[in-house]
Structures are given as C-alpha cells and as structure tokens.
C-alpha cells in the first residue's frame, strides 16, 4: 500500500499499517508534514468541549485515552521520545463573564463523563503562580495532556522505518485509476510511478488537489489559518507555566503549552483566509495581547520562532476516514484541529479498515462517504511495488 502524506496522520497510519504486516511507502514532498509541526498538541477534550460536537468529543476521548499505551508502544518501537507529558490542563478566566461561559460548559462534560475540578483564583494562581491577579477562577482537567508534535512526529517515522516502511521525498502528481475504477498506485512528479493494491490519502489539506480522482470521490476541506508562537525561557530560569494553561479572554481563546525543552508554544488563531500561510502583525498581536493578560511574564519571554499553519477542516468539521467508493482508496483526512488528539484512535482505525475493509464501530461516524454518498469499497491489502523508492532522507 500506498499513503500519500508524511504528517502524523499518515505516518501514525503507516506505522500501523506495517505493524499489521502490510509493505507500506510513504510519499510526501516534505517528510515532515506541515501542519503537524505547528500545532500545540493539546490532548484536551475536557478543556475544549462544545456544544453540537457530542461526538466528536467522544471520540476525542477514547483516543486521549489511548495516548499512554500509544506513546510507550511507539517510543519501543521508535526508540525516540514522543514528548508526552501529563501534567493536567488548567483552564482559566480573565473576567467574570468568562467564567460564567466556562461554567455553562459543566453540563456537557458530565454528559460525557469529564471529570474537571472548579478553582477560585486563587486556587488557579496556587497551582499556576505566574497566572495574573485577575484571573477570576477556572477547571482543572487532571487527565487533559499534550504531546510534542515535532517529537511524535520524529517518533512515527522513526518506528515506521523500524516496522519496514520506506520514505519517498516527492510530489504525487496524480492517483491511478485503472478502466475498472480501481485505485491502482499513484504517478509522481519525477516521472515515476508506484503501483499499490490500497492508496491512502492522507495529504491534510493538499488532500482533494491531487489529479486523477474521479468527481465528488473526495469532499472538499477548507483551509483554516493558524498563527503562533513559541517563546523561550531566559536560561536558568524556571518555566512560566508547568502544565498547559487555555484560557477565554473577554471570550477570544488562548492558550500556552509548555514543552520539557523550556519552550512555550503560544497560539493560536482560527482564521478563515484560505490558502493564506503569510504571518501578520495583527495576528500574532492578538495571541500575544489575550496571552499577557492571563500570563503578564510571556512580554518577557524570546521569541523562538513565529508559525503559520493551515488546518483541514471537513464540510462538517469531523475527520474524513476509510474506504470510499472507489475500491482501493482510502481517506485520512479532515481532523480540522484535533489531527494530535485523534492520532491514535485514527491510527487503529485506518490498520482495521486497511486489513478487513471495514472501519471499528467507533469510527463509522467519520467513513469518508458520509458526505458523497456512495457505498464504501473493500479492501483486499497488497504491498506497494514498483517505482522508484528509497529510504527515508
């Protein structure tokens, strides 16, 4: 088989696929994905549940609660950390009305059996002590984690070349499709080819540009612009924040995410713009301006590096997963901004559909054709052959 796309869903789909015993190459033009390197990598359904995303949110659990066996599983594998840390999440008010927002939020995490603990203020600055005087209170989500992307990245490929995959660094110019309607392997822009028995689109949101997929086969995804920062701690010093802090400011959301090498990953915005990746002065103002006001001491942090990413966001804003109507071609797709979260219920759901035809029961909500209709094809598995393949580099 055949996945094109090299961030964490196609590799986390890759490393389970060869764990499943499948001959898996991996296309990209960039080997490290784009996306995946700028996200936060928040693990946070508690924190960051909503109304009308009941589901989505349940799957965000199950797969947050897959990380720990996840995380040592690929980290034996990969023999590289995946910068998992497990320190809780606290999410904080700037003002009373902020507050009142987190609280009506209580009834739904019950609803879907969060567990988060109120605090006072105080109770906030207790744990949090960089956290400013006026922050009105908040929930801490003790089983709310993060994870390094750039590490479990790093991770993912590492372990998948342990489990025998093979890299290949270019651009895929087009799927095949043969005369029966079958995904046969894909065309790449050097003027090579792989022929595959299964394809695997996980190309983020790249996805629905590629050439030679017959008509509504892929939904369109929207690309949804993020801006952030990460922040470096001056060195001997401690860090400004130990545990991941999200926070509502007058309502605009914001949060910090610290990493064990002493960086802060600071972010982010949501920005509908299209292919738009340019940096502006009035974005990263926003992260920074709602950041200081729970957290004053990040305007005296380095800046270590500004991103731009852009996320893929389905029509319905829920993954896009499995097989589609056309035999041999597969979707991992549309995680919009849960792609960390949902990696390893993504993972286990992509090796099930790849080696029976058929997604588990708890992702049959996301089947790719549940927005184009049409019947879901099988699978019958066969390693990738042909072209011109290499190792990774």
Known sequence: MV????????????????????????????????ASVVAAGMLTPATEASFGEEALMRFGI?????????????????????????????????????????????????????????????????????????????YFAAEDHSV????????????????????VRDRVRRV??????????IELDSGGGITAGQVVLAAGVGTP??????????????????????LRMPPGEGPIVTRTVRGLVKGSPVYLVPRDS????????QEEQGFDTRLTAGGLWE??????????????????????????????NEPLLGPTAVPGLQLAAGHFRHGVLFTPATGDAMAEALTTGALPDYARRFAATRITGGTPAGADGGPSEGGDQHQWT
């Open 209 to 230: 540009a590629l050439e030679g997929l017959p008509d509504g086969v892929v939904p369109p995804l929207r690309p949804v612009k993020g801006q952030l920062l990460r």
């Open 176 to 185: 095949v499709v043969d005369d029966d309607g079958r995904a046969r392997g």
């Open 262 to 269: 002493g960086e802060i990953v600071l972010g982010a915005t």
């Open 3 to 34: 996945v094109v796309g090299a961030g964490l869903i196609g590799l986390v789909t890759a490393w389970r696929a060869a764990r499943a015993g499948l001959g898996v190459t991996v296309v990209a033009e960039q080997l490290h994905g784009s």
């Open 62 to 138: 199950l797969s947050r609660d897959r990380y720990p066996g996840f995380v040592a599983e690929l980290e034996e594998d990969s023999g590289a950390s995946a910068g998992y840390r497990a320190q809780g999440t606290l999410q904080v008010a700037f003002d009373t009305d902020d507050l009142t927002r987190l609280g009506h939020l209580g009834d739904l995490r019950a609803r879907l059996g969060l567990s988060t603990e109120r605090l006072t203020g105080r109770e906030c600055r207790r744990l949090e002590p960089m956290l400013a005087p006026s922050v009105r209170g908040g």
């Open 148 to 167: 390094d992307p750039r590490s479990l990245l790093w991770a993912l490929r590492a372990a998948a070349e342990r489990r025998g995959a093979v890299g």
């Open 287 to 316: 992260v920074l301006r709602d950041a200081h006001e729970l957290v004053p001491g990040v305007s005296e942090l380095e800046i270590a590096e500004t991103c731009v990413g852009l996320r893929p966001g389905s029509p319905d």
